[in-house]
């Protein structure tokens, strides 16, 4: 592995590293490296297919390349930033990871990720179960209806839709109305008690966004501006993440 | 956090009082995204301002390391669909032994990544806690927590303050 390090960091001028540098605040610390360990020790993903933070870093400053954006190690970080908070240097190695990952072929990264980004690019909702705006409406309608009717002190129990001007623009994952629709009425009942004025909207209502995770700058971006979208069309104050 | 902020103002009448005799033990996952990511130690410290007026100061157990020094469950940045499940687990592990050493009955998981990871890695290891979000305990402790709204509750709460 020595051996073969050294031939490699001969190229320096077309490193990995360097074009991560140049797109990176303060080029994210990246040369600034002790090789202290601090965040290899304390990395959950150290061990995974044979490396850790430290290491990865090292064979981006040896100009290990083709190993930086072919292992499959860019998918078990979780870009979690917690070796970024212990380190002492702040090198930020979560965004080396995110451009290991950049690097890949679209059509190689893992499919589960790329699916969830272009099913949820596909529909108003950005919902990576591909739920729609309307689907969520009955839903939520439904619900709130048997609630009302079965739940005594909850017959005026609220779950405005589309509400222009409300305070909170209160977002959703695609699993509770999905799969454990249930779940949001506790929700409704918290925001019935404090007497928050609050919103649903069929559109960008959805919480998730793997385009981020599939670092597909893109598509991420559109994911987001969507749901801005639907948060200022409304006018809403405050975009509401949940649980 | 607006629970906490809803709890300060007095319009979130809250109390622990279910819990007295009961005394479950709670302990509280620190989602990256919302907490070393985010807003910090802050956004840590209301979560556990409300989880222990919702079950009690002496009942909440705090994990080690937590806060922004929390380990990240494995469930994130996409690790859930990536399909390297036994990857994810070994990830999960040092998550799993962080819960276990609480010996908690309960995890608040305020995150849905969080909230699928630690519980499959529940099912997976061997655990005997449960993964619950606050929305469930905040209503729990008002008594206001509907039958169909139970699904992840363990069965010593499953039918608790219904008639
Ligand atoms: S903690 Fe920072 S300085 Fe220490 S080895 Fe890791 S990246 Fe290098
Ligand atoms: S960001 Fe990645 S490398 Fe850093 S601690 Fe988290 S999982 Fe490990």
């Not at chain 1, 950049?102 to 596909?122: F, H, L, T, V």
């Not at chain 1, 739940?151 to 909170?168: I, R, S, V």
């Not at chain 1, 699993?175 to 004025?197: C, F, N, S, Y």
């Not at chain 2, 940045?77 to 592990?93: A, N, V």
Request: hydrophobic share 35%; glycine share 8%.
């Amino acid at each position: 592995m020595t051996e073969e390090a050294i031939k490699i960091s001969g190229k320096r001028t077309s490193r990995f590293l360097d074009k991560v540098k140049k797109i990176l605040p303060e080029e994210g610390n990246l040369d600034a490296c002790l090789t202290c360990g601090a965040c290899a020790s304390g990395c959950p993903a150290t061990g995974i297919d044979g490396l850790d933070p430290r290491k990865v870093l090292r064979m981006a400053v040896l100009g290990m390349d083709e190993e930086l954006t072919t292992t499959p190690w860019a998918w078990a970080c979780t870009m979690c930033t917690r070796c970024m908070y212990v380190c002492p240097m702040n090198i930020n190695i979560p965004q080396l990871v995110f451009n290991m990952r950049a690097a890949w072929p679209r059509d190689e990264r893992p499919k589960g990720i790329r699916a969830s980004c272009d099913k949820a690019n596909s529909v108003d909702s950005r919902s990576a179960m591909g739920l729609t705006g309307e689907m969520f409406s009955e839903t939520v309608e439904e619900l709130l209806e048997e609630v009302r009717e079965e739940q005594e002190g909850f017959e005026n129990l609220q779950a405005p839709m589309n509400k222009k001007g409300a305070y909170y623009f209160v977002n959703q994952n695609s699993r509770e109305p999905q799969m454990e629709e249930d779940e949001m009425v506790p929700l409704w009942k918290i925001l019935h008690t404090v007497g928050a004025d609050w919103t649903y909207s069929d559109k960008g209502w959805a919480a998730e966004n793997y385009c981020l995770f599939l670092a597909d700058n893109e598509a991420w971006e559109e994911n987001i501006r969507i749901k801005a979208q639907a948060v200022e069309e409304l006018g809403c104050k405050v975009w509401l993440n949940t649980e | 956090m607006e629970y906490a902020k809803w709890i300060r103002e007095g319009k979130l009448p809250v109390s622990s009082d279910w819990n007295k005799d009961l005394g479950i033990k709670f302990t509280l996952q620190d989602p990256c995204q919302l907490v070393r990511k985010t807003y910090g130690d802050k956004a840590g410290e209301d979560m556990r301002y409300v989880l222990k007026k919702l079950v009690g100061e002496e009942n909440f157990i705090d994990m080690s390391p937590n806060l922004s020094n929390n380990y990240c469950c494995g469930g994130g940045g996409g690790f859930l669909q990536s399909g390297r499940k036994e990857e994810r687990r070994t990830y999960g592990k040092i998550k799993f032994d962080q819960v276990m050493a609480t010996g908690a009955d309960y995890v608040i998981t305020p995150c849905h990544n969080c909230h699928s990871q630690i519980h499959d890695l529940q099912e997976h290891y061997g655990g005997n806690y449960h993964c619950i979000h606050f929305w469930t305990l905040i209503c729990l402790s008002m008594g206001i927590l509907g039958e169909n709204e139970r699904g992840h509750l363990g069965p010593d709460l499953e039918d608790f303050g219904l008639d």
